[in-house]
């Protein structure tokens, strides 16, 4: 198959592409490098199945030939990517997503989308089911981000029931593994880079909020069998495992042998109290769970994030 995927550069993009060309497809990556990093996708370069597009998805997306796959990740992920690129994120949610949209319409192409669990907000239903509409403050910080996607997954379905365009929508919940950017704000590398450099971890609020965990090689496996599923409504793909962010914290602390502690700092306008993805529909249709434990998955991520690590002091040598 001929394959394009946006936010190629990115962490889970670059992990989708590794996907696609180990299996054998042709990979068209593209990327506008905003907060997506060439050294992520660099490996695959020398492929004679992989090629890169520098290029800004809000801009009209032109791929010359036949496309039978095209899967839509790029966007800022992070809060505070999100927070500094409001209008960038609202426009690649929005029109970037109209133009992949159309592509997928002009070229007979099967297109799946990434949605998010930032959809249900700050969730009252628990854990989250498909069905849930979310409780998301439109003009709060995270609004850029939150209402971008729910944007995407309306327009998605339009082009479905107006155009009969073949469409897969992915909410994603919280995802880690090598890749992620030490500085990107979030949780899980904060953590990580903090016990690594002998730092204390700075849990917000009282670390009583929940999130739970998906590895990324899980991740990729249940959007992979998604796309090649015929379910068109969007589907939750997430570890169910809950944790809450002070355990979190404890955990990173006691897995790296650090011996700092934790120390709390205000918690963000809107940060969600809870999150857990329920994965029935994953589970029944995709025939999909995780496989890998956080124990498991945070062994590689460290030894991903020592590297980086590494690698940086060397360079500032
Ligand atoms: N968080 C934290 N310390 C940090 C970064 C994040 O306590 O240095 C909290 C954050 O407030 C949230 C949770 O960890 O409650 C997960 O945050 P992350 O940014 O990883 O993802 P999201 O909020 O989008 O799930």
Known sequence: MRVLITGAAGFLGSHLCDRFVEDGHQVIGMDNLLTGRLSNIEHLFPKENFTFHHHDVTKYVHIPGELDRILHFASPASPIDYLKMPIQTMKVGSIGTLHLLGLAKAKNARIL???????????SVHPQPEE????????????????????????TMAYH????????IVRIFNTYGPRMRLNDGRALPTFFRQAIQGEKITVFGDGSQTRSFCYVSDQVEGISRLLESDYHL???????????????????LAFTGSKEEVCFKELPEDDPMQRRPNITKAREI????????????FGKTLDYFRAEIERREKAEK
């Not at 989308?113 to 969730?123: F, K, L, M, N, W």
């Not at 509409?133 to 609004?143: H, L």
């Not at 995709?286 to 498991?296: A, G, Y």
């Open 113 to 123: 989308v990434a949605s998010t669990s930032e959809v249900y907000g700050d969730p």
């Open 132 to 155: 849930y509409w979310g409780n998301v403050n439109p003009i709060g910080p995270r609004g850029v981000y939150d209402e971008a996607k729910r944007f995407l997954e309306a327009l």
């Open 161 to 168: 029931t107006a155009h009969g365009v073949d469409t897969r």
């Open 234 to 252: 969007p589907v939750n793909i997430g570890n169910p495992e809950e944790i809450s962010i002070l355990d979190f914290a404890n955990e990173i």
């Open 286 to 297: 995709l025939k999909w769970e995780p496989q890998v434990s956080r124990k498991e998955g």
